[in-house]
């Protein structure tokens, strides 16, 4: 089983529109979350972190569930500029490294 | 903004011959890593270093691939004898704090073919 599993998408959105990704992870050491962006080529960029309670940056919402391992981030009113792969990226308790889902695509059309 | 900085940014190189990455991380920080991604595929860890030694690495970072610090201020990962396989992206990363996704920073990469 993958350690962190994301649907691959496309995700195809028109401007405005609300779009849900998921994510699940397999490890219950798992100790922080996040999502992450990445444009075509480029480096990952931290988007935002994923906390128990739940929290919202601006058009961004992420939610955590601990007991189904699962986490999931809704954006708002998307925007052109919203087009990217969405990563889920889990930290596991006691390591050094993140783990990186495969990523979401999401194209946000005219 | 502080900046990792990767040199170079793209490097062609014949199968078998040595290649090496070089970083600069952001100047107070005390940890430093190393990622790659395959075309296509997604972002795996390959090696952490922390007060001159490793303090963590994966399974892909086999003998093949060595990391240092030579001089206080580059981070440079080695590469002894290239396959086609480790055509990737490479990207040094590094953070103030021992990892955590909301305060390390990714250099924009190092894109590595061996042909």
């Known amino acids: 089983r993958k350690e962190v599993e994301q649907d691959p998408g496309p995700f195809n959105v028109p401007e405005g529109a609300t779009v849900a990704f998921n994510c699940t992870y397999s490890n219950s050491a798992s100790q922080s979350f996040f999502w992450y962006r990445q444009d075509c080529r480029k480096e990952p960029k931290l988007l935002m972190s994923?906390?128990?309670s739940g929290n919202e940056d601006g058009r961004f919402t992420a939610q955590l569930n601990r007991a189904s391992q699962y986490i999931s981030l809704l954006i708002r009113d998307s925007k052109l500029s919203d087009s990217a792969t969405y990563l889920c990226?889990?930290?596991?308790?006691?390591?050094?490294?993140?783990?990186f889902g495969s990523g979401t695509r999401l194209l946000v059309r005219p | 903004e502080p900046e990792v900085t990767q040199t170079p940014s793209h490097q062609v190189t014949q199968m078998g011959q040595e290649v090496i990455l070089r970083c600069v991380p952001i100047s107070n920080h005390l940890y430093f890593y190393w990622y790659r991604q395959i075309l296509g595929q997604k972002v795996e860890f390959l090696v952490s270093?922390?007060?001159?030694?490793?303090?963590?690495k994966s399974e892909i970072f086999d003998d093949q691939f060595s990391v240092e610090r030579p001089d206080g201020s580059n981070f440079t990962l080695k590469i002894r004898s290239t396959k086609l396989e480790d055509s990737a992206m490479y990207f040094c990363a590094s953070s103030l704090d021992r990892s955590s996704g909301n305060t390390i920073y990714f250099g924009e990469g190092s894109w590595l073919t061996v042909v």
């Open positions: 990226v889990v930290n596991l308790e006691s390591s050094y490294k993140l783990i």
């Open positions: 994923v906390y128990s």
């Open positions: 270093f922390y007060n001159n030694e490793i303090s963590e």
